[in-house]
């Protein structure tokens, strides 16, 4: 495992590092078991979780293993053997990450999916990953049941009086044996399949392996550079279910022995996440861009007395100098900035003490990876040339493809390369620069949202014709989701009171439908969509057409 901070003065060792993953090797044991059997780790803090109510649990890792073991039990009692998906659909509290765990332990396939979806979100996803189990709270089993779905999971609540249909984790966790014995997994084996967002209605699923966790360690080591005391307490907003919460937070931290708070309530508050920051004594944070936005809006004499953080990583979005000038002067801390997806994350990095800082530069390469910039054919280019940026196949990090979709697995490469879909150069000393994207895939908040996705779920409003979504640029959220509408009533383009009305319609439509990280926060009316000769719409003209209503 790679040291926990790198000195500057390594660097230039660092330039031959090469990542050793063992052979055999299991995610949930790697972050939980061997820390219980370690007398002098055993009994230390693995979680700390704050609840809704405010009420805190502090869980060890023998209780976590314990609990991961017993809930291994009853997943294995609910016929799940290895390879089988399990979803887990639930917010950061504690049963989110003893399913997790029981999953992996049991050589069984993860599938950690977003509290906010629902609807078609869901049910998608449900339907793709052919998920045998889903794991959720009272609210998420209704949205489950209200689905119609081709194969019906079985449901497992874990709050109490679940509705008809659902089982009682508790009811189920007071039967099962307090012990398992974790399935041997090889390192290449899957372990997670974690759900990104392409142009086309379909979600993707990227399966990853178990080596994805160790593949993280040279980034978040160097990520987080600041010495692991024993007040050491990390914390993120990302949910757990994207691979920035679950793979560049929880999973590594818990990795390296050390805690993680549980904390995530249905809205980012500045005000409250400081608040939270401060009572918890939150020491390492990792941050979309979008959040320290927020938290920007604060005085920054609040920010400075209030903020406990010695270590700051944004990662998801561009950070930009502007909110590197902020965390110096309000946070007293240089930001580092990640870089990778789903596919491939934590790839490149910028602000560690061995990438200083070069302000708009995505930094250098994480050691441990290979990236470079590459033309349509795969061909690496020179330094100064524009191109894709592009993840060596052969890296640690690399999904094993896409769930049940070979064809969008091979457009995913050029030969050796996988293409990312950003677009971007590398100077002469190794920092690469961000140019944009390649694909209509939207950024906003940190989340990747795909505009089939959302113009599938509109076009089933009884009110659309035609719908065409994109993203446009925002101070906030870096893009939020537009939506252009062919109202199926041409009437309502020139009555401004009934296309408010449907716009507003529709937004809760998808809202409910869909997400409400997706819904769109602008929507426009048109006589028609703009269309290339083949009829294929051109998101590139509607994103140059004067803003529509922001509702």
């Given at each position: 495992?790679?040291?926990a901070?790198i000195?500057e003065?390594?660097?230039?060792?660092?330039?031959?590092f090469?990542?050793?993953?063992?052979?055999?090797f299991n995610?949930?044991v790697?972050v939980c078991d061997r820390?219980?059997?370690?007398?002098a780790?055993?009994?230390?803090p693995?979680?700390?979780?704050?609840?809704?109510?405010g009420q805190?649990q502090?869980?060890t890792?023998a209780?976590l293993k314990?609990?991961s073991?017993?809930?291994?039990?009853?997943?294995?009692g609910?016929g799940?053997?290895?390879?089988d998906?399990v979803?887990?659909?639930l917010s950061?509290?504690?049963?989110t990450?003893?399913?997790?765990i029981?999953i992996l332990?049991l050589?069984?396939?993860a599938?950690?999916?977003?509290?906010?979806f629902n609807?078609?979100?869901?049910g998608?996803?449900?339907t793709?990953s052919g998920?045998?189990?889903?794991?959720?709270?009272?609210?998420?089993?209704?949205?489950v049941?209200d689905l119609?779905?081709?194969?019906?999971?079985?449901?497992?609540?874990?709050?109490?009086?679940p509705?008809a249909?659902?089982?009682?984790?508790d009811?189920?966790?007071?039967?099962?044996s307090g012990?398992?014995r974790?399935?041997?997994?090889?390192?290449?084996d899957p372990?997670?399949?974690?759900?990104t967002?392409?142009t086309?209605?379909t979600?993707?699923?990227?399966l990853?392996a178990?080596r994805?966790l160790?593949?993280?360690?040279?980034?978040?080591?160097m990520?987080?550079?600041?010495p692991?005391?024993?007040d050491?307490?990390?914390?993120?907003?990302?949910?757990?279910a994207w691979?920035?919460?679950?793979?560049?937070?929880?999973?590594?931290?818990?990795?390296?022995g050390?805690?993680?708070?549980g904390c995530?309530?249905?809205?980012?508050d500045?005000?409250?996440t400081?608040?939270?920051m401060s009572?918890?004594r939150?020491?390492?944070?990792?941050?979309p861009?979008?959040?320290l936005?927020?938290?920007?809006?604060?005085?920054v004499?609040q920010?400075?007395?209030s903020?406990?953080?010695r270590?700051?990583?944004?990662?998801?979005?561009?950070?930009?100098?502007?909110l590197?000038?902020?965390?110096?002067e309000a946070l007293?801390?240089?930001i580092?900035e990640v870089y990778?997806q789903?596919?491939?994350?934590?790839?490149?990095?910028?602000?560690?003490?061995?990438h200083?800082?070069?302000?708009?530069?995505?930094?250098?390469?994480?050691?441990?990876?290979?990236?470079e910039i590459?033309?349509?054919?795969?061909?690496?280019l020179?330094?100064?040339?524009?191109?894709e940026?592009a993840v060596?196949r052969?890296?640690?990090s690399?999904?094993l493809?896409?769930?049940?979709?070979?064809?969008a697995?091979?457009?995913k490469?050029?030969?050796?390369w996988?293409?990312?879909?950003?677009?971007?150069r590398?100077?002469s000393?190794g920092?690469?620069?961000?140019?944009?994207?390649?694909?209509?895939?939207?950024i906003?908040a940190?989340y990747?949202?795909?505009p089939g996705?959302?113009?599938d779920?509109?076009m089933?409003?009884?009110?659309v014709?035609?719908?065409?979504?994109?993203?446009?640029?925002?101070p906030e959220?870096?893009e939020?989701?537009?939506a252009?509408?062919?109202?199926?009533?041409r009437g309502?383009?020139?009555?401004?009171?009934?296309?408010?009305?449907?716009?507003?319609d529709?937004q809760q439509?998808?809202?409910?439908?869909?997400g409400?990280h997706?819904?769109p926060?602008?929507?426009?009316?048109?006589g028609?969509?703009?269309?290339?000769a083949t009829?294929?719409?051109?998101?590139r003209?509607?994103?140059?057409l004067?803003?529509?209503?922001?509702?």
């Amino acid at each position: 495992m790679m040291g926990a901070g790198i000195a500057e003065s390594d660097a230039d060792g660092l330039r031959g590092f090469a990542l050793s993953i063992p052979f055999h090797f299991n995610i949930g044991v790697d972050v939980c078991d061997r820390h219980a059997a370690n007398p002098a780790r055993a009994n230390m803090p693995a979680l700390i979780v704050e609840d809704a109510r405010g009420q805190v649990q502090t869980i060890t890792f023998a209780r976590l293993k314990s609990g991961s073991d017993r809930m291994a039990n009853v997943l294995r009692g609910l016929g799940i053997e290895s390879g089988d998906r399990v979803a887990v659909y639930l917010s950061q509290r504690l049963e989110t990450a003893l399913a997790l765990i029981a999953i992996l332990k049991l050589g069984a396939v993860a599938v950690p999916l977003f509290p906010l979806f629902n609807g078609d979100g869901l049910g998608g996803r449900l339907t793709d990953s052919g998920a045998e189990v889903v794991v959720t709270d009272a609210e998420g089993a209704v949205r489950v049941m209200d689905l119609d779905l081709p194969t019906r999971p079985t449901v497992v609540s874990v709050d109490p009086d679940p509705p008809a249909g659902v089982r009682n984790l508790d009811d189920l966790m007071g039967r099962g044996s307090g012990y398992f014995r974790s399935v041997e997994t090889m390192a290449e084996d899957p372990a997670l399949l974690l759900y990104t967002s392409g142009t086309t209605g379909t979600p993707r699923g990227a399966l990853l392996a178990h080596r994805a966790l160790p593949a993280h360690w040279p980034g978040f080591g160097m990520a987080f550079p600041s010495p692991f005391l024993a007040d050491e307490l990390f914390w993120t907003p990302a949910d757990w279910a994207w691979v920035g919460g679950l793979l560049s937070v929880l999973f590594p931290a818990l990795s390296r022995g050390l805690p993680v708070l549980g904390c995530r309530g249905p809205r980012f508050d500045p005000e409250e996440t400081l608040a939270m920051m401060s009572r918890h004594r939150v020491r390492s944070a990792f941050f979309p861009p979008t959040a320290l936005r927020l938290l920007r809006q604060l005085p920054v004499a609040q920010v400075r007395a209030s903020s406990p953080l010695r270590a700051v990583v944004a990662g998801g979005e561009p950070l930009g100098g502007a909110l590197l000038d902020w965390g110096r002067e309000a946070l007293g801390l240089t930001i580092n900035e990640v870089y990778g997806q789903t596919e491939a994350n934590l790839v490149i990095g910028n602000g560690f003490p061995c990438h200083p800082v070069r302000p708009g530069s995505m930094g250098r390469v994480i050691p441990g990876h290979r990236v470079e910039i590459v033309d349509d054919e795969g061909r690496v280019l020179a330094p100064g040339e524009l191109g894709e940026i592009a993840v060596a196949r052969s890296d640690p990090s690399m999904f094993l493809g896409y769930w049940n979709n070979p064809e969008a697995t091979a457009e995913k490469f050029r030969g050796e390369w996988m293409l990312t879909g950003d677009t971007g150069r590398k100077d002469s000393d190794g920092s690469f620069w961000f140019l944009g994207r390649e694909d209509d895939v939207i950024i906003s908040a940190g989340y990747r949202i795909g505009p089939g996705e959302v113009e599938d779920v509109l076009m089933r409003h009884p009110g659309v014709d035609q719908v065409a979504v994109v993203g446009i640029p925002d101070p906030e959220r870096t893009e939020i989701v537009k939506a252009f509408v062919v109202p199926r009533d041409r009437g309502l383009l020139d009555n401004g009171t009934a296309s408010g009305v449907l716009a507003q319609d529709l937004q809760q439509f998808a809202r409910q439908r869909y997400g409400a990280h997706a819904y769109p926060r602008q929507v426009a009316f048109l006589g028609e969509l703009p269309v290339s000769a083949t009829g294929k719409i051109r998101r590139r003209d509607l994103r140059h057409l004067d803003p529509g209503q922001d509702l």
